[in-house]
């Protein structure tokens, strides 16, 4: 498979970030996910979560990379809540669950699609047998709340990469208790160049019937799930690594592998303790990227609890349009933890393709779970398959002023978990939803636009 070309440029890594949604709000839904549970019923601050999100998109738009995003997700979502078995009006569904079922009005009204690193699995067309981009939506089937998630993902995915002569569009892999998939949150991709045929590497926390895994927290993604998507993909086998997740990060609050590795073009940067037999990924790694280099902070340097507490490898690892050297893109976090600053700084003084650090305020994503790495989905793109996404998804300054001002207009600078109740919440929600897709030019692309 030759490097991707066209004679206008080679291929990049775009980013796709999820924007926040208006009922962004701490549930707690996630176990194993710690600042989640730490900060479960706490008011959130919907407004600034979306400009955090929506600032550190323009940020990396100005560094000059690829920015694009995905649309937020319909919250409250009463088709939930009527399989859930209430009927009615819409104030009586929200009046009944909240009195009934509160942890299933949560589940309706969850701020989770906001990471869009869960969003999907992102095969590049170098890697493809047919030579198209392949997206696979996670099923996200291990919670429940995430698991209401694949079918708007899918439909939004269509929406903003069309066109069949370049991409390729799968359902998700069917749920169950074996076949839980977490989409790129437990994926990398390594390679000489972006354009190239790369290895991909697919981190898994539990296989097959085995019980061998985490003693605390679940393992959420699974091997057949992972290997299913490579076939789906059309992915060579000879450059696919299966590489299982260490359960002591598991335990120690690593709920998806991107929160203690990232990775970018030939390099993983990675916590020691991050997989089972890292010395045995590597090295399968090599044999399909010859130039592979892995960058590991010592878990002497860096415990896996300020790993997990800063989110230092929940990062973003980019190539900066005339930087020399690679870029860590690091929430606020991992600059306030003085063990976790100065092994950075090793980092970037080290021996090794990481030279600068930048930090981002995503402070409302953080409380809830997720930083930088969390809310991005990854999709190489050459020049053609570029040209072919739909433009209304990718950021420019115009987007960006327009996306600000919509966001200041619908959400509130507050929300409770009471709150979430409120006919008037799903009222605003409506209204931000309907103004989303006429900025967008999408047409009816939520389900309550689309109930006859």
Known sequence: MAQQQDGTGLAVEANFDGIVGNTHNYAGLSPGNLASARHAQKPSHPRAAARQGLAKMKRLHDLGLVQGFL???????????HAFGFTGKAADVLARAAKDAPALLAIACSASPMWAANAATVSPSADSAD?????????????????????FTGRALRTIFADDAHFAHHPPVPAGNRFGDEGAANYDRLCS???EAGAALFVYG???GDEAGPTRHPARQALEASAAVARAHGL??????YARQNPVAIDAGAFHNDVVSVANRHVLFSHEQALADPAAVAEALRAVVPAFEVVTVPAAQVSLEDAVGSYLFNSQLVDIPGREGMT???PEESRENPRVLAALEAVRDGDNPIAHLEFVDVRQSMD???????LRLRVVLTPAERAAVNPAFLLDDARYDALCTWVDRHYRETLTPADLADPALLDETYAALDDLTALLGTGALYDFQRAP
């Not at 030579?131 to 079918?151: C, D, K, Q, W, Y």
């Not at 060579?236 to 690594?241: E, F, G, H, L």
């Open 193 to 195: 160049a972006h354009g």
């Open 71 to 81: 649309p937020p997700h319909e919250r409250p979502h009463l088709p939930t809540l």
């Open 236 to 241: 060579d086998p000879a450059r696919v690594v």
């Open 131 to 151: 030579g198209r981009v392949h997206f696979t939506p996670a099923n996200l089937a291990s919670m429940a709340h995430r698991a209401i998630e694949p079918a």
């Open 328 to 330: 860590l893109v690091l």
């Open 368 to 374: 809830n779970g997720g930083g930088p790495a969390c």
């Open 206 to 208: 539990r296989a097959g």
